[in-house]
């Protein structure tokens, strides 16, 4: 079963990483462009949490159902119950790296069905684009993140 992994430090305390994923808006800032996300019901996270969303990839519709597990304090698991793939299980590990930084680690575990939607996902979720996935999430997580913190912090931006 394919995996992919991929880890960055954000200078940000695993608070302030906990309340931007937190956040429902989040899926809609760390989904890159071109690809757009339709939302139609996003439970705050928590245990067992339901998020239902449409991704477009240009004129296709990617509908996805995911359920959030194993939530605490540094990190979570979406789990995919209805999408595109076989399976898809992508973990958020938060490690505090001292007061002030935090590391990120994405890890998916991912599994393609064997028709024609299973060539179409190995095309879109193919090492190459998940890696340019994850690096525009990383420049949007340390953005938003820096953003947060001086505004909390009374600094300018």
Known sequence: MPTFDYRFRVDAPLRAVQEFHRDTRALRRLTPPPTLVQLHSVEP???????KFTLWIGPLPLAWTAVHRNVS?????DVQTAGPVRKWEHTHRFTPLGEKATEIHEHIEFE?????????TRLLF???NLYLMFTYRKLVTRWHLRHQTRSTTGARP
């Open 45 to 51: 996270l928590a245990e067992g949490s339901v998020s």
């Open 73 to 77: 304090a540094n990190g979570f698991t």
């Open 112 to 120: 393609h069905q064997s028709n024609a939607w299973g060539l179409l």
């Open 126 to 128: 193919a090492y190459p």
